[in-house]
């Protein structure tokens, strides 16, 4: 088996705008604060997301929460790239896409402040992401950007500069009219975008979560409902796309949804083709097509662990299902994935090559990325990887012991450094 | 095949509460008005909902809209009891449960006015409904009330009135918050409603629509996101169920979701168990099972059409399955019902007893219901049924036409009126 994650997250290390920010901007790069044992970004005066969002990997399940957390408490692959390939070593991953934390799934705490500014943070964003995080493994991650979005043309200009640079994806908001831009319905708006993105070949990217705030939650309503309704906005997300104009009219466009899970799409799709097929009074154009082939052409979708999905596979799409870890997240099944899929491929009876589609072929062809360009297959395979680090430790710690072992590390305090150094 | 439907929509007709609402509220009674070609009732001086609201069976495609219709535009089945029943016999539908329409799918346009008026009005369209509608042809309709739940006890005293006369369920809100009412999270209003439904075992019935407006709609979004997306609402209704105390504190309470479509079960259980067993962190209670285990005991989901989603039945669960023809709507399958089904059993392999469950016996287990004391099971069947009916006339029409057919039944103009005066 050969695992590529399309859907995982970085920590960012405090000190990633040192050497990628100029210095006519030095004063304005985000910078971390400590708050007793949490850390906080500040950007310009103003919180940006949180340091640790969700970051519980290593921790004691009843430990998690979404409080604050320090670099200190985690477990350093989060945020240190040495630690981190160890750690994918570990759970038999060759190649991982990671989304920004404290930036935002897609920038959007960044773009708080619209103006040149955090265009030069937000490419500094990139090169550092880039070149020091993704760079340092060479084959190991598959780049993915971030862009100044209140800005079309300054957008469009850094979308065609990090795709010189290699970069394969852009994280952008499942309803940026959520954040008071325009909607996906507003051509004019996106167009200069979207035709960037075409003719890079870069893919829309969508992280579940950007879109919570299209609903009302009941009053009353326990924080699961967040949890579990995030992978219920990725079809309202898609919605906006599919019937808007970003599909029909940028055939070239392709779109990815991350961590939305896969099972929405069979049932989602067939709402479409009945709808489009049955109310002709609404006068529609695909183009000839049905909308589920537009979609099936045009998009890719990936689940952590989703046993009825899988066993519905030929439903969703074999072409358009892939995988991801979501490390260091809590819903990661870091470091058993190997264990956790062969299961759920064995119970629903996938083939070889039905497995190999599902955990990297298609993310790989959807993201234009070559896997073997540094590791030959057969050293790209889960088991070549878990030889090189059986000496990882799992343990299970509570965050005061994490935040110990940090202090043994860093006799004298202080946040993690340059790379190298967690 | 043995078809019961359990969601479709009465027009109600224009004289319904004449015989239903004591003399002392008969200044309240809601009326028809004429606007041009439109109908449109009024309750206490203000509209409450369309006439016609997509009653557009028998319309040509290109007609179909949602703006307001008159009865003489329409297929009398879509008003008349006598003619409902013979278009019911040709599509080959041994029983339906009938929701509301001017009144609201829940009675939400009458409950605007929450005083001892509307209880009473609401009481007389049960008698209707009940006395008239479905007991004009025993055995053909399942009935299915509304309650006055602005006033807890006195919805109480209703449920369990309606209960004696035999009534199945209760049509009840998605979202009730979006009528400022209690969210379902407050069981200390709800608890009267739900210990009446549990006791007397009548289904709380929730249909698709009214929860839309739990969603900010991008700016710009064409009309065909609300068709569309009002079914990914019905994932949404049920988590507020299922988290909060209905589900849990209510073991004898069942929920039934028309309209929503099947699909959508197997990806929000897989999320709900992975959430649950994942997240242990929010201790969750529930009872020593999965939600998924209390979800499945609880519920009956619906689908019109929906060809992945019987591809994958046993996904979703062979016992929650059931079938629903929403005739007059512009979804509905009329006269061709059992043509689409064959066809989508077939393609999915389903065996007979497969299609037993899904076409009636999930349904009639689920809402206590006996189809076959009035017509045995041999005259039950489509063909029995259709061979009374091969007279009907499924002429498509234009509106202008329709209304043509009814100047000529009608020669001195007017609305229909009483029963068998279509």
Redesign the interface.
Known sequence: MILVSVDDHVIEPPDMFERHLPKKWADAAPRVVTQGTANQWIYRGKPAGLVGLNAVVGWP?????SEPSGFAEMRPGAYDIHSRVRDMDRNGVLASMCFPTFAGFSGGHLIQFRDETTTAVIQAYNDWHIDEWCATYPGRFIPLAIAPIYDPPAAAAEIRRVAAKGARGIAMPE?P??DSL?????EDYWKPIWTAMAETGLVMVLHIGMGL????M????????T???A??IT??AA??LL??PAYRNYPDLRFSYAEG?I??V???????D??YT?????R?DFGGRLPSQVFLEQSLACFV?????V??R??VGMDIIAWECDYPH??SIWPDAPEWLEKEFTAAGCTDEEIDKITWQNACRFYRWDPFTELPKERAAVGALRALAADVDTTIRPRSAWAELYRQRHPHGGLPGLVGQA
């Open positions: 399940p009843l430990e998690w929460n309803m009219h959520l325009p909607s996906y319905h507003d705030r299209s609903l009302t009941a009053p009353g309503a326990p924080r699961d409902h949890m579990i309704l992978c219920q079809a309202l919605q906006d019937w808007g899970g099972g929405w069979p049932f989602y799709l067939d709402r479409c009945r709808h049955n109310q002709k009074w609404l529609r662990t989703d046993p009825h999905a066993n519905a030929h439903e809590s819903d």
